[in-house]
């Protein structure tokens, strides 16, 4: 099998349009410490690029979530594999996910955490893909709305692999 990868979103067009979404986050948190939750594993890069940009204080904390199957139920199939390890009651926080697809994760970890009463909950995306979407939610901060095809890099892997490019690929299987 051949894997052939094409760059749909060069490392530097990444960059920039951080550059953009951090000064709109930063402007919206003015004056507040960020709790930033990362959705593992594919929102690290994106977590660790948004964070080192930004100059007010930042805190980090870790979701892991698995979904089974295709069924539209919102929690139903939906296993937390590891929660967040500190209270956000009162916290500014601004979750981070590489892609959104179904919308199904998101929808199932905003009512997740808005039980947990933080002050305000923000969403920023890598990805976005709205002609997949089953579930109506907002996001707050989108960095590039992408067509259905399958990615790869910066955080999103085929397989556990390529999560590491610095870039965004399209990703194509040869049999
Ligand atoms: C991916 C992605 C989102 C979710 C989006 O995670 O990181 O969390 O799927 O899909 P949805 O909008 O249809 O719910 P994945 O389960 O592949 O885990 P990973 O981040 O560890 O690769």
């Known amino acids: 099998m051949k894997e052939t990868i094409s760059?749909?979103?060069?490392?530097k067009e990444i960059d920039k349009r951080l550059n953009e979404m951090v000064e709109t986050?930063?402007?919206?948190?003015?004056g507040k410490t960020i709790t930033i939750i990362g959705v593992?594993?594919?929102?690290v890069m994106l977590m660790v690029d948004i964070a080192k940009k930004l100059k007010q204080p930042v805190e980090f904390d870790f979701i892991d979530i698995s979904s089974y199957g295709e069924g539209l139920t919102s929690s139903g199939n939906i296993k937390i594999n590891k929660d967040i390890e500190?209270?956000?009651?009162?916290?500014y926080v601004l979750l981070v996910e590489d892609i959104i697809d179904s919308g199904r994760t998101l929808n199932y970890l905003?009512?997740?955490?808005?039980?947990?009463?933080?002050?305000?909950?923000?969403v920023c995306t890598l990805l976005d893909k709205p002609e997949r979407r089953v579930f109506d939610i907002s996001v707050n901060y989108i960095g590039f709305e992408?067509?259905?095809e399958f990615v790869v890099g910066y955080g999103l892997?085929?397989?556990?692999?390529y999560r590491?490019?610095?870039y965004i690929g399209t990703l194509e299987i040869e049999e």
């Open 110 to 122: 905003l009512n997740y955490l808005k039980s947990k009463k933080p002050a305000s909950l923000k």
């Open 157 to 161: 892997d085929y397989a556990q692999k």
């Open 7 to 11: 760059v749909l979103i060069p490392e």
């Open 25 to 30: 986050i930063s402007s919206d948190f003015k």
């Open 86 to 91: 500190n209270s956000i009651e009162g916290k």
């Open 146 to 148: 992408i067509p259905d």
């Open 164 to 166: 590491n490019l610095p």
């Open 40 to 43: 593992l594993k594919g929102s």
